[in-house]
């Protein structure tokens, strides 16, 4: 898979919010990674937004970006209901690409990217930029040593507060909703330590209006007889938080907050402990894995067959909750 040198060159489709903190700033002074170029449907906020962030190129559309030959990587983080789409475009171009989570609007769209990229020699990556992160990967080690016992439950919740009711994430027709927002970290995060995909056992939704859930919450059950949790909402009576819990048959490991990854408590064995990480972002070591991947051909952990997993329970639980799965644009 390497076919180039350093640094991997990056376009971003649309000036979204997210973009500087998951790829620009991480950029600067990387070594292996150069954002290099913007497209946007408005090129006067394309115009700006490269301005502001250093970008040397502009390009009128979405389509000229991923057919540029001077771009190597797309990021998409355009609307959810609008991922499946670019990403498809940006591979059929030869392009690698970060998609943000959640991957596509749906399993079934997942699963026909997750072909089309097994077929083209491009890196694939879902935004759960957690994932490459020491934090993480210590988590799964401690779970795998067996200190915590046979797992019998893992938690995990994302909720915050989104009071701007016209903001897109509440826009069921852009494959909105709290479940596809920060809820489908939460359902990686219980699929990544649960160690499989469970099965949605039940789901209950609260909704603004008739099909956008604006807080979800569900039960979950894992093969090997262990259960789990999700729960999120972008509206709700809960206050803010980012946690996860791992229970098994002789500890418990307690994430909390979990962003900024900071720190988790580990009770075993009569004794309990704190390990902290360093505070350097998780987005940079999502970088590290992207440069990895495309100049050395290392593996990545949050791939399109990982996608179709975490897509698949998603619209388990929409389905449960007497929801219809979101649609792409």
Not at 213 to 227: I, K, S, W
Not at 235 to 262: C, K, M, V, Y
Not at 271 to 286: G, I, L, N, S, W
Request: with cysteine.
């Amino acid at each position: 898979m390497p076919d180039r040198q350093a640094p991997v060159r990056i376009g971003i489709l649309g000036a979204a919010r997210i973009a500087p903190a998951a790829v620009i700033k991480p950029a600067k002074g990387h070594g292996e990674v150069a954002v290099t170029a913007v497209a946007a449907r408005d090129r006067g906020r394309a115009c700006a937004f490269a301005d502001k962030h250093g970008i040397a190129r502009v390009h009128d559309s979405y389509e000229d970006l991923i057919t540029d030959p001077d771009i190597d990587a797309v990021y998409n983080p355009l609307p959810n209901g609008l991922h499946g789409r670019w990403t498809r475009a940006a591979l059929e171009a030869g392009k690698h690409v970060l998609c943000e989570k959640p991957f596509t609007a749906n399993a079934v769209e997942a699963r026909g990217i997750a072909v089309l990229a097994a077929a083209s020699n491009r890196v694939v990556m879902e935004g759960f930029h957690y994932r490459y992160h020491p934090f993480a990967m210590r988590v799964e080690e401690i779970i795998a040593s067996g200190e915590l016992g046979k797992l019998q439950r893992v938690e995990a919740a994302s909720c915050f507060w989104l009071p701007k009711f016209s903001d897109i994430r509440y826009d069921y027709s852009l494959a909105g909703g709290s479940l596809m927002d920060l809820g489908c970290y939460a359902v990686d995060m219980v699929r990544t330590f649960g160690g499989s995909t469970p099965e949605v056992v039940s789901a209950q939704a609260k909704l603004r209006g008739n099909q956008l859930d604006r807080a979800m919450t569900a039960e979950l059950r894992f093969a090997e007889g262990h259960t789990g949790q999700i729960r999120c909402s972008m509206w709700s009576s809960a206050p803010p938080h980012f946690t996860a819990t791992i229970i098994g048959d002789r500890g418990e490991l307690r994430l909390n907050p979990l962003i900024p990854f900071q720190r988790f408590t580990v009770r075993a064995g009569g004794r309990k402990r704190v390990e902290r990480f360093t505070m350097r972002p998780t987005y940079a070591y999502q970088l590290d894995a992207i440069a990895a991947a495309v100049l050395r051909g290392k593996p990545v952990k949050t791939t399109a067959q990982e996608a179709v997993e975490n897509m698949t329970v998603i619209d388990g639980i929409y389905r449960a909750a007497g929801l219809a799965h979101r649609e792409p644009v």
